[in-house]
């Protein structure tokens, strides 16, 4: 280390004066003392305060500027040095030699500017005032189509500089969005595609670009899916696939890229994984197997890819991820009931599954979960079964099927997201007046509803709770199951939601209330005096929903015609 100190002094002459052989010979003495020791040379290079001297140093006409930009880039390794160097003036002639022509020059400045940035406020705000980033998208883009080994290893510097400029700093990113960073690092993975330290370095840019909202639109321009889905077909190890896999993830949430990654072949990739790794116990299979039944799962949410891939109720995914539901692995039974979730989004599909025998497949799944289940497939199986019963032919199909009985035994759940699935199941069923009447007699459920309709920490089973009080009255039109309801001590929970703020739970309550008066039952008269029914009816009156007023006004004509 006397050496060091030796040369730090020496270096301090040499800089003045110039003499480009003694320089090197430093600069090299340097480079030698931080390959052994980075640390400990780098607290002595902060310590002789020749840092301030680099910036006269990075001249672009200078045999040594490549051997500066290389000791800078060595430094800035070091957190500590990653302020002196802002502070030493060094970001702005860093910055200019990025119009260099020298491959060394820019492949040393690339990495001095990319340490400089790691994880550094000070760093990426010099950068960002200089106007490094758009410098480096523009040499990004003007090597694009250089395949040579010196030009690649430049490409994957520039690319880890901008990484470490922007990383987890979302107004720095969408900057990189806006100078159109996107389309050229595609056009970069296309290209690049065999060179893995520089596809990786794309990978990771697009992770953390992709999160951002405004990507998306730039993502969906370019034919990200074709390069990614040909990327991940060439991939033998699990590391590679999981980083392809954490960038189609945040990607596939927008429907163009949904879209265009079913095109591009991806779902036939994910079966065939499914396919491979569904019998095996080893951790990293297991985990591929989550992520690409989840991933699939994901594809069908977009209304044009989900349409595309059901091919009416014929299509290979449709009856692959049909053959999930019976299987033993949870994981499996849970992505098939949330791709039926999701394949029934309108009738015409809905009326195809339910007419295929899809209802059983679901019934036969929740019985094998109704003691101590797993919650999430019980979840994804009462979510697909509330979505087939919307349209109106399948709901006698599916009461006829057992429907109703197979959803109650999961009336003693204490999962809220359960209870809500259950309730919006049994609602969208009992539209007919005999599976009201059913229902609405069965004191089990009724007293589960009116204790569910105080569940005011989940909104969700609360409301959904009370809509079902109200559907078995307005469909049933029965007095037995009022008697039910009043005798659980649930007219009070329709009174209260008569004055909800949903429109359209005000006119369902409303309606309960009407008729309930209409039918004139004794054991209501005292009911309606305690809670002051007419006062909440009457304010309702004057609501400025017009619906809700004309509704208003009819139950209470009722409800004084009854008293």
């Known amino acids: 280390m006397d050496n060091l100190s030796d040369t730090l002094k020496k270096l301090k002459i040499t800089a003045v004066d110039r003499t480009e052989d003694s320089l090197e010979g430093c600069l090299d003495c340097l480079l030698q003392a931080l390959a052994q020791n980075n640390l400990e040379t780098s607290e002595k290079i902060q310590g002789s305060g020749i840092l301030q001297l680099f910036a006269s140093l990075l001249i672009p006409q200078s045999s040594c500027t490549a051997k500066v930009a290389n000791v800078i880039a060595e ?51 010099a950068v960002d005032q200089a106007g490094g980033a758009q410098v480096v998208i523009d040499r990004l883009r003007s090597l694009c189509s250089r395949t040579d080994p010196a030009s690649e ?102 429907d163009a890229i949904k879209l265009q990654l079913v095109e591009a072949g991806l779902v036939e990739c994910l079966l065939e994984i499914v396919q491979q790794k569904v019998d095996s116990d080893k951790e990293d299979d297991i985990a591929e197997l989550k992520t ?65 025998g899809i209802v059983e497949k679901l019934m036969d799944l929740l019985d094998r979960h109704v003691e101590d289940g797993n919650v999430t497939v019980q979840h994804a199986a009462l979510s697909a079964l509330r979505n087939l019963a919307i349209p109106v032919v399948n709901k006698a199909k599916m009461l006829s099927a057992g429907v109703t009985e197979a959803v109650l035994k999961f009336l003693k759940s204490e999962m809220p997201p359960v209870q809500f699935k259950l309730l919006g199941t049994l609602r969208m069923l009992i539209d007919a007046q005999e599976a009201a009447e059913q229902l609405g007699k069965n004191v089990k459920l009724v007293e589960r509803l009116v204790e569910w309709c105080e569940a005011k920490d989940h909104a969700g089973v609360m409301g959904e709770s009370n809509r079902l009080l109200s559907a078995l009255i307005r469909h049933s039109k029965s007095k037995d199951v ?82």
């Open 482 to 563: 009022i008697k039910t309801i009043v005798q659980s001590g649930g007219i009070k929970h329709l009174v209260t939601m008569a004055t909800s703020e949903h429109v359209i739970m005000q006119n369902e309550a409303l309606v309960a209330l009407a008729l309930i008066a209409a039918l004139e039952l004794e054991s209501l008269h005292k009911e309606v005096q305690d809670l002051s029914f007419l006062d909440v009816v009457s304010k309702l009156r004057s609501h400025e929903n017009k619906s809700v007023a004309q509704q208003a006004s009819l139950t209470e004509q009722r409800l004084t015609m009854g008293s």
């Open 153 to 254: 290893k430049l490409l994957t510097v520039f690319c880890g500089m901008l990484m470490n400029y922007s990383n987890e700093n979302d107004s720095l990113q969408a900057q990189l969005i806006n100078m159109g960073v996107i389309p050229t690092l595609v056009k970069l993975l296309g290209i690049h595609c065999q060179n893995s330290a520089l596809t990786e370095m794309c990978l990771v840019a697009f992770g953390n670009l992709a999160e951002l909202e405004s990507s998306k639109e730039q993502f969906a321009s370019t034919n990200i899916a074709e390069e990614l889905v040909k990327l991940f077909k060439k991939q033998i190890e699990h590391d590679k696939k999981e980083m392809i896999f954490e960038v189609l993830a945040p990607l596939a949430e927008n």
């Open 292 to 356: 690409a039944s989840d991933l699939m799962v994901l594809l069908l949410l977009g209304d044009e890819s989900m349409q595309k891939l059901f091919e009416g109720g014929k299509g290979n995914v449709f009856q692959r991820v049909l053959s999930w539901i019976p299987s033993n692995n949870h994981q499996l039974q849970l992505a098939g009931a949330l791709a039926i979730a999701n394949f029934a989004r309108n009738d015409g599909n809905c009326i195809h599954m339910v007419d295929n």
């Open 75 to 125: 430094v800035a390794k070091n957190e500590f040095m990653r302020t002196p160097c802002v502070d030493a003036g060094l970001i702005s002639p860093l910055v200019q030699l990025l119009h260099s022509k020298d491959q060394e020059v820019l492949l040393q400045t690339g990495r001095a500017l990319g340490n400089i940035c790691y994880d550094s406020h000070e760093g990426r705000s």
